[in-house]
């Protein structure tokens, strides 16, 4: 009787928490194997067997013990442990959990918001999938997670200023430095965010603004050093403060690294962010309340991340969620709509059992077995490959040229690589700088037409994906 009665009481968050449950599951149709998930668990391999956190490169021949700061360290490691205790699994049941963990958070630390007009809740809850860049085994997803947490956080002390939940600040930034130091800098700059809308008091036009306590001015200051405190507190030390800078400083990158390009109204796939951000903006702009001045700047500080870069737009989802719902009118919600959201949850539950093979999304590789068979019979010394082929070349303990880890390689070769594979400026002689003595590029590629053409080179394999070339 007590559980009939929980459930009468309680069926619309049961339904809510149910449809979540089956929406993340269909999201895992959507699971892949990202090119550097293949150098990450790598990685994480080789600090568990040798004891030690990498800050040198390992896998590559032209930067073989370089300095590296390796700012996912804590994520690799972790990957590398849920393979030893799931095998197989690991890489399902890593994203399928934080995905589901950020999902159940953001619905219920805003529950109230998310029940006054469910339908809208719906529908934003699909977005998530829109704007979302890919679930891969990566450390964005935590990411994703440790962001949510912070804005919770964050936005909670600006309204409740007797909370001091807001102290949990330092510990997110300790745990984002070591899982994904780039952008962890994020959480302080919340902090200086709200601590300078806090600090107007006026009402102009549409636009609303509520003086915080000094109290809270100084929590939000104090908090804020504590977390850079935190993020120093890591294998790279103070490093890890500015590094995240360094990065979206360097222009050779932002500009050739697909993930960092920023959002461009010529992409048709980027329209989907443009029409996010416009349907939040009218949102707010009609609705019968006022913009507070903190969701206008937080709008407009993750409107701004996500224009340039496209890494960023799940950001700005995230950001956003905390706010829109307060703009939204409630509605009445009829009889039927349990019942209906019920079967739409079955319905993606029969979807994902009948679309979902986990083995091929494991079988996802760069290159294929006989490829890399040859590649090791061969056993190169200064092997030119193609950047996307990088990461799997790691992983079957072939020394690179070049792999996703950009940051590492642009000071020295990451240009050179470049000018090479795209045949630009004076690539032969820097074909003759580094003294290669075997190629992989793709088939279909510029630069496999080149080679193709040279007498001083000569096919040793090629399938549809990669061709290898040896030098005479």
């Known amino acids: 009787m007590k559980i009939k009665q929980f459930i009468d009481k309680h069926k619309l968050v049961i339904t809510i928490c149910l449809f979540l449950f089956s929406f993340c599951l269909f999201l895992m149709l959507f699971l892949r194997c990202d090119i550097d998930y293949f150098w990450h668990y790598k990685a994480g391999e080789y600090m568990v067997e040798h004891g030690e956190i990498l800050k040198q490169d390992v896998f590559s021949w032209s930067l073989y013990h370089a300095p590296w700061i390796s700012h996912e360290w804590l994520f690799e490691v972790m990957l590398y442990g849920l393979d030893l205790i799931f095998g197989k699994l690991h890489l399902f049941i890593y994203v399928f959990s934080i995905t589901l963990c950020l999902m159940f958070f953001l619905f219920f630390v805003q529950k109230k918001e998310y029940l006054k007009n469910v339908s809208f809740s719906l529908l934003w809850i699909c977005f998530f999938s829109l704007i979302f860049t ?19 956080l964050v936005f909670y002390f600006f309204y409740h200023p007797n909370s001091k939940r807001i102290y949990f600040l330092p510990f997110i930034s300790l745990i984002w430095a070591n899982v994904h130091g780039g952008s962890s800098n994020l959480v302080y700059l919340l902090c200086f965010l709200a601590l300078f809308c806090g600090l107007f008091q006026f009402s102009f036009l549409k636009i609303e603004a509520s003086k915080i306590s000094k109290r809270q001015i100084f929590t939000y200051l104090f908090v804020a050093f ?5 993020i120093v507190i890591n294998p790279h030390g103070i490093k890890m403060l500015f590094y995240p800078y360094e990065n979206m400083a360097d222009s050779l990158m932002l500009s050739t690294i697909a993930e960092w390009q920023p959002s461009n109204l010529n992409e048709l796939s980027h329209y989907i962010y443009f029409f996010f951000a416009i349907i939040v903006f009218l949102i707010m702009l009609f609705s019968k309340k006022k913009i507070r001045l903190l969701d206008g700047v937080i709008y407009l500080f993750f409107l701004y991340l996500g224009l340039k870069s496209i890494r960023f737009w799940f950001f700005s989802y995230l950001a956003w969620t905390f706010f829109i719902f307060y703009y939204v009118p409630r509605r009445k919600l009829d009889s039927y709509s349990c019942i209906l959201i019920c079967s739409f949850s079955l319905l993606l539950v029969v979807i994902f059992g009948c679309g979902f093979s986990y083995s091929k999304i494991l079988s996802s590789k760069s290159l294929s077995d006989e490829c890399i068979r040859i590649l090791k019979e061969e056993n190169p010394e200064r092997l030119f490959n193609y950047y996307d082929f990088g990461a799997y070349l790691i992983y079957q303990e072939i020394p690179v040229f070049i792999d996703g880890r950009a940051d590492l390689y642009s000071k020295y070769n990451y240009r050179d690589y470049q000018n090479i594979s795209r045949l630009q400026y004076n690539f032969p002689q820097l074909i003759a700088k580094y003294q290669f003595d075997y190629f992989i590029v793709p088939t279909k590629s510029g630069i496999a037409s080149y080679l193709l053409n040279n007498s001083s080179y000569e096919v040793i394999f090629q399938d549809k994906t990669a061709v290898i070339f040896k030098v005479k």
Do not use: D, E, H, T
């Open 226 to 230: 504590l977390c850079m405190v935190s």
């Open 134 to 152: 890919g679930l891969s085994g990566r450390p964005q997803l935590l990411s994703f997670l440790l962001l949510a947490i912070s804005l919770y």
